[in-house]
């Protein structure tokens, strides 16, 4: 499967932004999906995720009331809703896709096959 990941851009503080994850190839609805991202110098961490049943979403503690995850099947196309944006809130944004599910291996970015490229978001103070 590809992704093709997209809507980074320069934000406030307090502002938001919703990245959009585009998939194609393989039939979308059999992967789990997951958001990652990355600042330089640093690991790549988990932001949140959604099994392939479209059942309970996981998010990172510090994204949880800020972020949501949602897929579109019909358009094979993940969104990450980013509300109450903050400072470290930026960097990199990856959005990757699984055949394995549960919450402990879709928090872990070695669990994934597939990645986009990344868009940057950048959150001013």
């Known amino acids: 499967v590809q992704l093709q990941a997209s809507g980074g851009g320069l934000v406030q503080a307090g502002g938001s932004l919703r990245l959009s994850c585009s998939a194609s190839g393989r039939p979308f609805t059999r992967y789990s999906m997951g958001w990652f991202r990355q600042v330089p110098g640093k690991e790549r961490d988990f932001v949140a995720a959604m099994e392939a049943s479209g059942g309970r979403p996981y998010y990172a503690d510090s994204m949880k009331g800020r972020f949501s995850i949602s897929r579109d099947g019909s358009r094979n196309i993940i969104y990450l809703q980013m509300n109450s944006l903050k400072p470290e809130d930026t960097a990199v944004y990856y959005c990757?896709?699984?055949?394995?599910?549960?919450?402990?291996?879709?928090?872990?970015?070695?669990?994934?096959?597939?990645w986009g490229q990344g868009t940057q978001v950048t959150v001013s103070s």
């Open positions: 990757a896709a699984t055949n394995v599910g549960g919450e402990l291996l879709l928090t872990t970015d070695g669990y994934y096959d597939y």
